[in-house]
């Protein structure tokens, strides 16, 4: 072997083995920490170093001795055996509920007192949804709703303002079981996110199939105009159906709500508008207790959570109000935009 070869064979053999590309340089010579200096402080310098040290590159397999490269091989193989024992497994349970589905069929099929199986009440519902969204006039759609004698009235009024469309089906609905004070409704995915109006119905179903739509939380019907009461600072309360979340610590404190330690703060907005109020409830009263019980589920400590909660509540304007932002929350009515 010629003098040229053992030099190239020695700068090989010579290569650290368990060197990690990717790794920091030390930065404790200070004129190495300059260039370190627009690195977002918010970076966990060491956690950062880890990530780059421990990333699986296509090359990191070189740097390593025989024997971790076959052990790694030993490990691989070890999990592909795990793997297809779990899918010979999952196979089989597969076959067997193929195996019962008669029986499950027929105990559906045979369901006592003539009830309706699951998979009709379905269809109904289905059915119910279609009819429902393609209707186009509100004698049409009032056949489908929830309490349609005390709906109706509002249904006139709010189509006087957004005239009714009818809209394309949904061709798959999606669907999950939600829990109300009146039994189950169930909570539909009926529309795609372009459309009109909530892309969720709340349909409840009855024993004999019959399938209705909650009318008022999918078009989120507002029993008072916000416009018109903000324009006119009524102070006489006003029904909305809205988002509120706490806000003592962030929020707004003035004009007649200036005590920080005796009134509390709440954002009020409606879903689809970036308009909103500043609400305040008496610290210690009892509509006070009702909203810190709504807004941290009875837990203290989640005081100053920020999640937005549907509610129904009651604003007013304070006598003479110097704001058209500042209002009394006079009233949490319920939890929830159902009635």
Request: hydrophobic share 40%; proline share 4%; aromatic share 10%.
């Amino acid at each position: 072997m010629s003098a040229q070869e053992n030099s190239v064979k020695k700068v090989v053999y010579r290569i650290e083995p368990k060197q990690k590309a990717g790794v920091l340089a030390n930065t404790s010579d200070p004129s190495e920490q300059g260039g370190l200096s627009n690195m977002p402080k918010t970076v966990n310098a060491q956690f950062f170093q880890k990530q780059v040290a421990d990333e699986d590159h296509v090359e990191s397999a070189w740097g390593k001795e025989l024997p971790e490269v076959q052990s790694e091989q030993r490990k691989l193989l070890a999990g592909v055996l795990v793997l297809a024992a779990f899918f010979l497994g999952c196979a089989v349970w597969a076959l067997t509920l193929i195996n019962s589905g008669g029986n499950v069929n027929q105990a559906i099929e045979a369901s006592p007192n003539g009830a309706l199986s699951f998979d009709e009440k379905l269809e109904i519902r289905n059915s119910t949804i279609a009819a429902y969204l393609a209707a186009t006039t509100i004698e049409e759609k009032a056949q489908f709703v929830r309490d349609p004698e005390r709906v109706i009235p509002l249904m006139e009024q709010y189509y006087k303002k957004f005239p009714m469309e009818p809209e394309q089906i949904r061709s798959r609905f999606m669907e999950s079981a939600v829990m109300e004070k009146g039994g189950v409704l169930w909570r539909v995915r009926a529309r795609d996110k372009n459309t009109h109006g909530s892309l969720h119905l709340l349909v409840e179903t009855r024993d004999d199939g019959v399938s209705l739509v909650d009318w008022e939380t999918d078009v989120i019907y507002q029993p008072s105009d916000w416009s018109t009461f903000k324009s006119t600072k009524s102070i006489e309360p006003h029904v909305f159906r809205a988002l509120v979340q706490i806000a003592q610590l962030d929020g707004f404190h003035g004009f007649e709500f200036a005590e920080y330690n005796k009134f509390r703060c709440f954002k009020v907005t409606l879903i689809g508008s970036d308009d909103y109020l500043w609400a305040y409830t008496e610290i210690g009263s009892p509509e006070d207790d009702k909203m810190v019980k709504l807004i941290t589920s009875g837990g203290r400590r989640n005081i100053n959570i920020k999640q937005p909660l549907p509610v129904m509540l009651e604003l007013r304007y304070p006598l003479n109000g110097q704001s058209v932002r500042c209002v009394h929350l006079s009233k949490l009515i319920q939890a929830g935009w159902l009635h």
